[in-house]
């Protein structure tokens, strides 16, 4: 069943890509129903050149997506979309907004929090989350949100489940999630973009810290930490960043930390810092979204050249040898054919403190609309 899901979700993608009816604008009364179709699936390859010869190369096609969008009468939106990954279907965003002006805007549903960069989705610039935000920024939550935009500041704030929509369990604890977001230059050419995003969770589940190697066919066993839980009282995550563009030129960087709240015992406390730096070496001026006060993808027939460094430290954690700590180097190259079809190139480099270090290549043709 699940291989026919998958098979019909590609269908699905190739017979509207490119399609003229993919949105529907139905005229009423009240205003304009405009319904438009979306998904995306990647194909990934990947050579893996690590010390100690295990091969584990490959190539999969996974994270295969398909939804709907409907926004009515400039003031009502709403989304839902599912996901065939890792052998199993699942929810991704589920939500439905209300804007009574264009500066505010109200959602419910499944949907990130306002924290960290895994918001980014088809913009992401790399293969590969970073392996900080890995860590430290949750998936979609079940919750409540208020937005506020406008030139100079974005201001979010909201009350989420501890879980998502396909949890079954009723008692998952609460989220509170903040964000903002300061312009201090805002033009058509130059960006500069200074935030905060704070994070308290509060849940009777166990804490799981996580670390990873940002290569799609790595094993667990190459992260700093393959799983770690603890019981705990409360967790209190941020995330501070800074980000500036000027015409082709874009430098992002985030430091985000957790402290975990141990009953009778000290607090845990982990931290990381990732960098990356983009350049448009063909195209035009990088994209920015004032609303959601993140990057988004270059035009077609861009060629962008990235970097992008990470440091994870989870020293706290019970590594044994491998002490906690991760450095990751990244080079990217992207080209984006047209606004529905890019092709993404990584070289990854990591290395955990006094164990061996980690090399690999891959790519990734994503096929989206």
């Not at 699936?41 to 709907?68: C, P, Q, S």
Request: hydrophobic share 40%; proline share 3%; net charge neutral.
């Amino acid at each position: 069943m699940r291989n026919s899901f998958k098979s019909l979700l590609a269908l699905a993608l190739m017979a509207v890509a490119g399609n003229a009816f993919a949105q529907v604008v139905i005229p009423t009364e009240k205003g304009d129903l405009k319904l438009r179709i979306m998904g995306r699936t990647n194909v990934d390859a990947g050579l893996f050149i690590g010390e100690d010869g295990d091969d584990r190369d490959g190539v999969a096609m996974n994270d295969t997506r398909l939804g709907v969008q409907a926004n009515f009468d400039e003031k009502y939106a709403a989304k839902i979309e599912i996901c065939f990954a890792d052998k199993a279907i699942s929810f991704r965003d589920l939500w439905v907004s209300y804007a009574p002006d264009a500066n505010k805007t109200i959602k419910f549903g499944n949907f990130f929090m306002p924290y960290g960069s895994k918001i980014l989705g088809l913009a992401y610039k790399f293969v590969e989350d970073a392996p900080v935000d890995y860590t430290f920024c949750p998936s979609r939550k079940m919750g409540v949100a208020y937005d506020y935009v406008s030139d100079k500041v974005l201001l979010s704030a909201g009350i989420f489940s501890d879980g998502n929509v396909d949890a079954r369990a009723t008692n998952k604890g609460y989220n509170l999630s903040a964000k903002a977001v300061v312009h201090p230059v805002l033009t058509d050419e130059t960006v500069v973009h200074i935030s905060a995003a704070p994070l308290f969770t509060k849940s009777d589940n166990k804490v799981s810290i996580k670390g990873i190697v940002p290569f799609t066919f790595a094993t667990p066993q190459q992260a700093v930490v393959a799983s770690q839980s603890m019981d705990a009282k409360h967790q209190f995550r941020y995330d501070i960043e800074a980000l500036y563009i000027n015409k082709r030129f874009l430098w992002e960087t985030h430091f985000m930390g957790t402290t975990v709240d141990l009953p009778g015992e000290n607090n845990y406390k982990a931290n990381g810092l990732f960098t990356q730096v983009s350049w448009h070496l063909i195209g035009t001026q990088q994209k920015y979204n004032k609303k959601t006060g993140l990057v988004a993808n270059a035009a077609p027939k861009t060629l962008e050249l990235l970097l992008r460094a990470d440091y994870l430290n989870l020293i706290g954690l019970d590594n044994g040898d491998n002490e906690g700590k991760q450095l990751d180097l990244t080079l990217g190259l992207n080209y984006f054919f047209s606004k529905y079809l890019n092709f993404k190139f990584n070289y990854v480099y990591a290395a955990k403190k006094d164990a061996d270090h980690f090399n690999g290549v891959q790519g990734r043709l994503q096929f989206s609309f």
